[in-house]
């Protein structure tokens, strides 16, 4: 396939589960028009990333995988013939998840994924941390493309995206809902250009509590042969208000340049990584809250 289409839907929440799966299929119509393969939700959608203090309200909040809500945008998938990637909070014991769904175009889900790296110092506290990252094969019509994802603040541990290079990841989906400034961006630079993948993030636009927009898309390609120094990677950077962002990536240019350049998983040691596994935390990064 020459190339995949992304759609990061930079949009407000409406305040209620009916409003944002109303507002939610408006917003995938567009961006089947628009011509896109994928379209991408910020963090959390069904709630409009809200976290309630009150569990009880928390857990009344949530939803099962299975949900209306959620087969609601697995038939706008198939009937759009377009992918779906949608956010919730999900239903799940002992707390709830915060947690990401890609139908493919046929409206069949491939990928479950719940949040790893829960911002335990904040609000996120209350919510179940995911156990794995996963990645699927998915069928956009024009060809075949392996796809992971991770949720915001996944993407500050090298790691999430590192798992998921090594499972065969060419594209990365990344639902967010935090301000987007230089050195949250830079990190999602490096994590496309150290793995040699995409990455696309959708965010919250201005008007989101602390939110302010600025989605985007890096295609991983920090070199081009008929070039003589390195390229600048990002693909789209949204500005602050609500829109569509369109993040097209050169999948087969992506493909050729991963299998002649040197990241990636091409000359690592992983057996000299042994600390990076150890479960031991010491001064200065001993936290109260940390759960481990």
Known sequence: MENLKVALLQILPTGSLEGNLQKGLEYCRKAKEMGSDIALFPEMWSVGYRIPADISELEKSAIEKDDPFLQSFAEAAKNL?????????????????????????????????????????????????????????????????????????????PESARILMLKGAEIVLVPNACPMEINRLSQLRARSYENMIGVATANYPVGQPDCNGHSSAFDGIAYRPSEPVSRDMLVVEAGEREGIYIADFPVDELRNYRQREVHGNAYRHPEKYHLLVSKTVEEPFLRSDARR
Not at 87 to 93: G, S, V
Not at 129 to 150: N, Q, R
């Open 81 to 157: 013939s377009m992918a779906v990637g949608v956010t919730f909070l999900e239903k799940f014991e002992p707390l709830p998840r915060n947690s990401f769904c890609l139908f493919d175009r046929f409206g069949t889900r491939k990928l479950l994924y719940a949040k790893v790296h829960t911002c335990d110092f904040g609000e996120e506290c209350r919510l179940t941390p995911g156990d794995d990252f996963y990645v699927t094969k998915l069928d956009t019509g024009h060809g075949m493309v392996k796809i992971g994802a991770m949720i915001c603040y996944d993407r500050e541990f």
